[in-house]
């Protein structure tokens, strides 16, 4: 069965330092993965998807993402942090086995200090 | 405008009462979804259907039902509510075909007193 695992929970940063949110994935095919938002009190938005091809995905409001096959990762990054990211982040993969269904990871909340 | 919706925002209500949960989306989308993320948690799909007339439950067991009699249109059900059902429920199409990116709606709150 597929499985999604961001390791960090919360994570606090500076606004205009860099982020990185880890996420990791266990299928033994290459996935579908993808990065989604929420706001507090709001529903997920897409930040970013990966379905094949280049390795690095941009996607909106400035994030980009990477995939790894080696290390079975799609970390989510961005370069310069706004007080407006602060949200919850999940990461998500879908399989053709599971019939496209998507599972979630438990999340990343961040929050940002002026 | 393509949207999808979900009504009520938040719902407050006493213990054995039936309650329904709006969802409708205007993308014309065939797949719709029924999630549950309680606060600070990730989401656990609870019901789907990839089409009219076609609902499955999810990988989370619950107790509500939904029905799918118009593509645009999937209420979720919960015949006798329980405090154990407070949590927010998320509401997602995606289309047909491999590429399952879903959209959501504002989702609905439930607190069960």
């Known amino acids: 069965a597929q499985s999604v695992t961001q390791p960090d929970i919360h994570i606090t940063v500076s606004e205009g330092a860099s982020l990185e949110l880890r996420c990791n994935y266990s299928y033994g095919a290459t996935p579908y993965l993808f990065w989604y938002v929420q706001s507090p009190g709001q529903g997920l938005q897409l930040l970013l998807k990966?379905?094949?091809?280049?390795?690095l995905v941009q996607g909106i409001k400035g994030f980009e993402a990477e995939f790894k096959r080696s290390q079975s990762s799609f970390n989510l990054r961005k370069p310069s942090v706004h007080w407006s990211d602060a949200a919850e982040y999940f990461c998500a993969v879908a399989t053709k086995a599971a019939g496209n269904k998507l599972t979630f990871g438990g999340g990343t909340r961040v929050l940002v200090k002026p | 405008e393509a949207d999808i919706y979900q009504t009520p925002r938040y719902l407050v209500i006493g213990t054995g009462k039936k309650i329904t949960l709006e969802c409708s989306q205007t993308m014309g989308h065939d797949k719709m979804y029924w999630y549950q993320q309680d606060p600070g948690m990730e989401l656990h799909l609870i019901h789907y259907s990839y089409g009219v007339n076609s609902t499955e439950k999810g990988d989370l067991s619950s107790e509500s039902t939904v029905s799918r009699i118009r593509t645009e249109h999937f209420p979720l059900t919960l015949e006798s509510a329980r405090p154990s059902h407070t949590s927010q429920y998320l509401c997602a199409s995606s289309e047909q075909g491999p590429y399952n990116e879903q959209f959501f709606g504002p989702g609905t709150r439930l607190t069960v007193l």
């Open positions: 990966y379905f094949s091809g280049d390795t």
